[in-house]
């Protein structure tokens, strides 16, 4: 089967993500906005979106064509009222989202509902400002389950149309993002979408320890425990992070009703090995960054992190077990200055094979991993899978 995943704002950090989940048997970056993987088993569409942090919508492929009006139309056409056969219960939607094509939306819009009134069918063209129409707009006109939003791209040559089976749980991500009790927005807080991603690029199972050193408000540990892991541990310097963790881990069990255990403790990185007893399969943190604000000493901050990182990683390497990994934040400040702690006993991952860096031009950096920011920010983000030797 051939699904089709829209990315986010990151393509690079998105499609590595899907690529360490699914590990399909091909797939195909047709743009910078959309990876066609080809599976041969059926996935949950929801289930899978929910637990992608990179991806905006899923959907499967149903017909490839030339570029050519009068195929486009016939092909749209078919698969709208093949869908509405199956019933439909009240006024039916629909919509269309293009991506890097020019399709006469306005005409095949009028001919579709012509059709659908030929039909006898009560319908509504949804249509928005952009030529694809967001997750909101999917969402909130019910298009996944009571209507249809048509998808349009090229491959190879061809128009592919497709149908969005899921879109991005985006108000989950906000309640779970600003509804959670506890918050720290002096200190920098981490969006469960990129927890979610950094958790998937570990490659891991549930049944997986995992650690947060620098657990904060508890992102990374409560994202996990939504995926079905069984046991997380999570550390900290600060007392208040600890009991912010506690509030908010408290609170994410109680809503969603989750079985996983988790085990907090307030202490430093560099003598984590003396409170962690235990052996862990994952590490997934963004620990500090730096001063986000004023002027920065950018030689100071480097030797200072560095170091910190250094440490961290000594003693991360004492509580993985053999062929652990650490998947962690680095800083990158103004987009282009990077730091280089010590990696003794372990190695970086390329985030991509190294076919995939000339024949798909991913946006990787010279020791493969990932920056992630936008221009206005001033410390950037730089994604790191490191595996022990």
Sequence with gaps: MQYFFVLGNNPSLSVAEILAVLSPKSYELTNDQILVVDLDQSIDPQELIARLGGTIKIGIIKEQVTDHFPKILESARGIILAYVKNGVEGKFKFGFS???????????????????????????????????????????????????????????????LGQTLAVQPFKQLSARDYGRPARDDHSGMLPPKLAQIMINLSGTQPGDILLDPFCGSGTVLSEALLMGFEKVIGSDLSVKAIQDTLENLEWIKGVKKIKGQYELHQADVSSLSKVIKKKVDIIVTEPYLGPQRGQVDFRKITQELESL????????????????????????????????????????????????????HFGTTERGTIIYGRPQQKVWREIVVLEKK
């Design 98 to 160: 293009v991506y890097h094509l020019k399709i006469q939306t306005k005409t095949l819009g009028m001919e579709i509902k012509k059709d659908l009134k030929q039909q006898g069918l009560s319908c509504r063209w949804v249509i928005s400002r952009d030529q694809a129409l967001s997750s909101v707009v999917v969402e909130q006109n019910k298009l996944v389950d009571k209507g249809i939003d048509l998808v349009f791209f090229g491959l190879n040559k061809k128009v592919c």
């Design 309 to 360: 990182y250094s440490k961290a990683l000594q003693e991360f390497y004492k509580i993985t077990n053999d062929g652990g990994r650490v998947i962690m934040i680095w800083p990158v400040w103004l987009g282009k200055k990077t730091i280089n702690p010590k990696l003794v006993g372990w190695s970086i991952l390329p985030m991509f094979k190294k076919q995939d860096f000339a024949q798909r």
